[in-house]
């Protein structure tokens, strides 16, 4: 038996898992990280070196304002699908391994041709978890340096802004209701802490 047809002939199995959650991650997950981490860099990195007071005067919710909520939510996706792909990621040598052990527990008659059948399946299992463990972890350090850039960017703003509003206090211009939208935003948020 060929190589070729070895494998070909374990797609059904644990093989067949591995390779849509390798195309899944791949072809779903991976494009929604670099779309959510882009767009929130490109939001972010415009913004964060502003002089403070820029900063203050360009919040709201318009075009062309930074918006806090948007920025809060994309960072929120972008992490999600982030730790969607690097869980995915993960699960490739567990797979592998449970692929290797359904193969070999069908080891109950020692003869050869069944050996030597379960023998390559479990081969092969072991071998797809490990290509797409490998592949997908060299994918992960390229892109967890933008994930990580993007948190650094995300919390410096905030500090920023939060330091500023200790100290000026007076200088936020107010909403009809008495709050401004970085008020009702850090309000919201305690709100979600609590």
């Known amino acids: 038996m060929t190589f070729i047809t070895m494998i070909l002939r374990n797609l059904i199995g644990i093989d ?16 929604k990280v670099r779309e959510h981490s882009q767009n929130l860099a490109s939001q972010l990195t415009p913004a964060i070196y502003l002089p403070i007071t820029q900063i203050m005067k360009k919040i709201g919710p318009s075009q062309g304002q930074i918006n806090l909520h948007q920025l809060q939510f994309l960072r929120e996706k972008e992490l999600f699908h982030y730790q969607l792909f690097v869980s995915i ?3 490739f040598p567990l797979l592998g391994i ?14 050869t041709q069944k050996i030597m059948i ?7 299992s072991t071998f797809w ?12 350090a390229r892109i967890s340096s933008q994930i990580t850039f ?17 100290k000026n206090p007076a200088n936020i211009s107010a909403t009809p209701s008495g709050q401004t939208d ?13």
């Open 118 to 124: 379960n023998f390559s399946a479990a081969l092969t």
């Open 89 to 91: 990621t993960s699960i």
């Open 16 to 31: 067949g898992l591995i390779l849509a959650l390798a195309a899944a991650n791949f072809f779903w997950v991976l494009p």
């Open 182 to 194: 970085i008020a009702l935003f850090f309000n919201a948020e305690k709100d979600k802490n609590l």
């Open 150 to 166: 993007n948190q650094e960017n995300f919390n410096l703003l905030f500090r920023r802004l939060d330091e500023y509003l200790e």
């Open 98 to 111: 449970l692929g290797t052990v359904i193969s070999l527990l069908g080891l109950i008659d020692f003869q």
């Open 129 to 140: 978890g490990l290509v797409f463990a490998i592949l997908f972890k060299a994918i992960d």
